[in-house]
């Protein structure tokens, strides 16, 4: 078997992530390799928790990083807080309220869905309407930033209805952390999980969570132990607890967790809010972009991300085709529908690093020039105008 | 908050993982990030099948890197062979047999323990007892290489005694892997698990793992869901199984699976064997000045991993005291002694890519000078001269 060293082209990541990493960041990983509980390490990853809490906004004294991709994050969440036999809601709106559900039955848990329409943000009456129906409700779950659909749901006022109801919150913070406002402390969220992928722009693997005293108390108060070993928040707050003796857990991915800090830090540079008017600002660029070609957003405006932006395809187009030229001649990664819009939608992610204004005029030269040569009934040759006019403003 | 970029000392790792990693490996996972259905990472993920398969010598379809560290990597063993009420019998002889045991229970399983001293090999007969005395065991569990003790166990006679009882086999290679002998195929292991930060050299935080069509068969044929959703094998070979099309599980972490992809074309230019000859031969010559020093060796001598020496310490030092001076003055890692073994011996590892003289000769001159100056009772002077004669032969 002669197989050689894999070398990645250069692409542009403008999909639903991985987005594109801040060379810093890369750099980062590739650092001597030190041990998971050498007293350097150690200080490091105390950093990261902080770094995380401001990230998250949040004086949770459990907040870090799970050393698994964001599904590990969110299964963290359900196999900690639920226990057989809790009835939990899921307020659906896409792909991950779906995936939710399987976590809360694989918990043993009865899961009642609230299904919104696909694109649509999560409606805070069918919620309330949902646990007057359900006075026993343990746990509401809901998603910020669906980026199945590009939809945007109100966090702060879910949660106050959940509380009403003396349910906890599971929140799906994926693809809105340091892309657009989260508030976990002021909004009282109980538990939220994270990608590093999204807008941190960061390498994907890791997944940021963090938990509040309510929810550590229904933690320490379980009947039955933790399903899984691997997520056992009581055992995984021993080696990233506070104090210098640490207890071996698992040995932690340690250079991805150089990566996770520069990224923090990077975005600790900037600033939260400076990131926030960041993706809010390109993103009405590229608005003006793709609405000037005649393409239409998916989702309402009040309650679209900036960060993933889901656009309807043109008649006639294939999917599949579009986004290959895309790759293969511009290096250029969209992303295409999940589930139900799988098809009829592309995601074009301007999250993070991605996030500037090169990127929003290559993606729609690229897609006006691509679109053109197929004929698609799109308006060329103002699209990249339109987004330069908005930016000049 | 002003938290700055980290940039971690360049230490020599002989603990118990991760290992140094070559620095191919460091520029690998440094390389641009591509998308986690990119085909050419696709193309780059068959390439990690078929080395993983040449690494762990089995022709398995199901063989892949989960992606998290190698307790992941046993929990999905576990969560998708044994169902609730099944009997698993589990030989223990250190810290992850216990382990073991608490993934059993967690998944409802029934644990029935096998005990055998700490720093031996695990008892065939006491297996064969085992299962004689319980002939609805489904599931035969131990650990090939012991990383809390450095025993190293007979897989293939163990694994032959299991299924002359029908029961499958699960087996921890996370310190065998790369480092000694290891046939999947010659010796029918059903399930097993490995990680990548011990004889592979690489970075932690994946876990190699393979399955058999035995164990593809008894997944198939479950009666209950695998309770973790992250680690049903069902999703995950949705994604990493053959074929153009893949289905979207979760986001693989794609720089980690660079450095995989690296180190494992490393191994495959060294050829297996090669790499197995090299950590018995420097063994050899750690051995010689060990033994020349007057210290000893938890492990008798046929039992003994080569990667992974467990070392009595001398009377009267302190553990954490000559770590600390290692550490601080030679940059160098030694592991220490976990669970019963705490504060009685070290743990000295030899694997991948530190396993070499000069690591060899590091090792005993700083362990040779760190404890004289302590006054521990050693024979000074002669360690290094020892270990070089060896290295003559």
């Known amino acids: 078997m002669t197989i050689k060293s894999f070398h990645p082209p250069q692409r542009t990541l403008m999909g639903p992530g991985p987005s594109d990493v801040n060379p810093r960041v890369l750099e ?35 907040t870090m990083p799970v050393s698994a991709p964001g599904s590990a994050g969110m299964e963290s969440c359900f196999v900690n807080l639920v226990e057989p036999g809790d009835k939990v809601i899921i307020c659906q709106n896409g792909v991950f309220g779906g995936r939710m559900k399987e976590n809360v039955e694989r918990c043993g848990g009865v899961a009642v869905m609230v299904q919104d329409d696909w694109g649509r943000a999560v409606d805070p009456q069918k919620l309330e309407d949902a646990l007057k129906a359900n006075r026993d409700t343990k746990v509401v ?59 941190l722009s960061c390498t994907p693997g890791l ?75 390109y993103h009405l660029a590229l608005r003006a972009g793709i609405e000037a070609m005649g393409l239409s957003f998916v989702v309402p405006e009040a309650e679209r991300l900036p960060q993933l932006n889901a656009v309807t395809l043109p008649a006639g187009v294939d999917d599949a085709q579009v986004r290959s030229m895309l790759l293969n001649e511009y290096q250029l990664e969209i992303g295409a529908g999940l589930g139900v819009m799988a098809g009829k939608v592309w995601r074009i992610g301007l999250m993070g690093h991605t996030c500037n204004n090169r990127n929003v005029l290559l993606c729609l030269h690229a897609l006006d020039d691509v679109l053109g040569r197929l004929k698609a009934p799109i308006t060329r040759g103002v699209a990249v105008a339109a987004a330069q006019q908005k930016l000049a403003e």
């Open 207 to 281: 997944s940021p969570v963090s938990f509040n005293e309510r929810a550590l108390e229904k933690i320490k108060q379980r009947k039955h132990k933790v399903q899984s070993w691997f997520m056992d928040l009581n055992l995984v707050m021993g080696y990233w607890g506070s104090g210098i003796k640490r207890s071996y857990h698992h040995t932690a991915p340690v250079n991805a967790l150089y990566g996770l800090h520069e990224a923090l830090v990077i975005l600790n540079e900037e600033g939260l809010a400076n990131a926030w008017a960041r993706h809010h600002k």
């Open 28 to 62: 980062a990983l590739g650092r001597p390799t030190i041990g998971h509980l050498d007293p350097l390490f150690v200080g490091m990853m105390d950093e990261v928790k902080g770094l995380l809490q401001y990230a998250f906004q949040t004086r949770n004294e459990l």
């Open 141 to 199: 779950a809901f998603v910020h930033a669906e980026t199945s659909t590009g939809a945007q749901s109100d966090v702060k006022t879910l949660v106050e209805i959940a509380h009403r109801y003396d349910a906890l919150t599971i929140v799906d913070a994926v693809t809105s952390l340091a892309g657009t406002t989260l508030l976990v402390d002021e909004w009282d969220v109980d538990a939220i999980y994270s990608g590093t992928q999204k807008c």
